[in-house]
């Protein structure tokens, strides 16, 4: 059974930083790609960043671009993101996902976590 599982989430205020973690279990996600979506309460899971299967390619949504940094270990099958400076907005569920292949969808997912609440105070 495919898992992924969110960790590193909390309560930070405003201008801190967090780096959430996604450790997959069930299958190996080398060769696959993999990400950060976010939903807000009353709003639609949106999508966050992406990282290829080999870590060189990554994008980002506008509203984190400079700020968020994904990145992935293969060996421990982990996708991390590294998020600085944030804002009250950010405050969200985030949740991992991975794609079945080397490509990404900013719209859906193939695997998701279970989520990892991020709020921040102003």
């Known amino acids: 059974q495919v898992q992924l599982v969110e960790s590193g989430g909390g309560l930070v205020q405003a201008g801190g930083s967090l780096r959430l973690s996604c450790a997959a279990s069930?299958?190996?996600?080398?060769?696959?790609?993999m990400g950060w979506f976010r939903q807000a309460p009353g709003k639609e899971r949106d999508f966050v960043a992406y990282?290829?299967?080999?870590?060189?390619?990554?994008s980002y949504a506008d509203s984190v671009q400079g700020r968020f940094t994904i990145s992935r270990d293969n060996a421990k099958n982990t996708v991390y993101l590294q998020m600085n400076s944030l804002k009250p907005e950010d405050t969200a569920v985030y949740y991992c996902?991975?794609?079945?292949?080397?490509?990404?969808?900013?719209?859906?997912?193939?695997?998701w976590g279970q989520g990892t609440q991020v709020t921040v105070s102003s």
């Open positions: 069930g299958r190996t996600f080398s060769r696959n790609a």
């Open positions: 996902a991975a794609w079945m292949s080397t490509y990404y969808r900013t719209d859906s997912a193939n695997y």
């Open positions: 990282i290829s299967w080999d870590g060189i390619a990554t």
